[in-house]
């Protein structure tokens, strides 16, 4: 074989096709075969620990996060300042620790739920109002479950299927490949399904019309482009209209779930009364809807506010974005009130 001049292209090898980047795919493979090993090993080792002994490595995780590493810790101060400026600063300094520590168990669990049984789901996850998930399912409509990062929220997702609840939700992948693989392999197991996070529109429908659970989000910030602004804790966050079209266009009713962290590794999923899908599409409609939605997860998290993860720049997206339509830059109770 004969090398070209000027560059490291060998003869017999596809054009465009180098040996540099040849071993960078092959190193891309063992990399990625290597993280699954090293995942799927950490997770084996920690799930063979006491419950109790798991949850307090999560804990003392928790706090290098918050206190060593200062994970996103600035803008968790902030959010926690203008949010809830009835708190002392002893007081949000308290939410932050306990959020960290949340944070710290969540992982913890997550690596353990490979392997997690039946009885520990039955022994470890109870339920408050779970009628009105009956009742909505009876409709024949399918269900719209809103919900938010409280608690361990991904055990939310992941064991409903396990309680006869067959769920799709919406989710975006990791960008390491090999633990997006180890994600979603232990979740699967449960049943769970899964539709991207783009153009996944029709697949959540036709999962509501064979009468399935779609599992919305909702307090995660959005380009402007792919969202509109209500108010969240008294501030503009620019938020997914995609529920509350979801809802009118398919008569879906919409069910605020969340997941509670309780003493002793336990967990409590709290149902709320439905609400109705929309009348119709108009903006000022999906508008006031998008804001309904969001102020019920802001009731939620003023009432636990040590399980919400202030660290998420939910504000991030703001009016002054440039190219932005005027129209967007409406404050949605001014649009409201125009609109009455």
Known sequence: MQASAGCNTVSGVAPGLTVA?????????????????????????????????ALALGRRLGWIFGYVIRYHRRDAIEALRFSLPEKTVTERRQILK???LNLGMTLIEELR????????????ISWENESYAHDVLKEGKGVLVLSAHMGNWDLLCSIAPHFNYPVTIITKNIKNKGINEFW??????????????????????????????VGFILDQNMIWQEGIFVEFFGKLACTTPGLAFMAAQSGASVLPVFM???PNGRHLVKAFPPIPPPPDRKPETIRAYTQLYTKTIEDMVRQ????????????????????????MKIPPRAETQQSA
């Open 98 to 100: 306990r959020m960290y």
């Open 113 to 124: 739920m490979s392997r997690v049984s039946d009885q520990y789901l039955r022994d470890h």
């Open 21 to 53: 980047s040849i071993l960078n795919n092959v190193w891309t493979v063992l990399e990625y075969s290597m993280l699954i090993l090293i995942v799927r090993g950490i997770s084996r080792i920690i799930s063979a620990l006491p419950l109790a002994a």
């Open 184 to 213: 979603m392999e232990s979740r699967r197991r449960f049943g769970l399904k899964f539709v991207p996070a783009h153009n996944s529109y029709r697949q959540c429908l036709a999962a509501l019309r064979k009468n399935e659970i």
């Open 304 to 327: 636990y506010p040590d399980q919400w993860i202030w660290i998420h720049r939910r504000w991030h997206t703001t009016t002054s974005e440039p190219d932005m339509p005027e129209s």
């Open 260 to 262: 509670l962290r309780q």
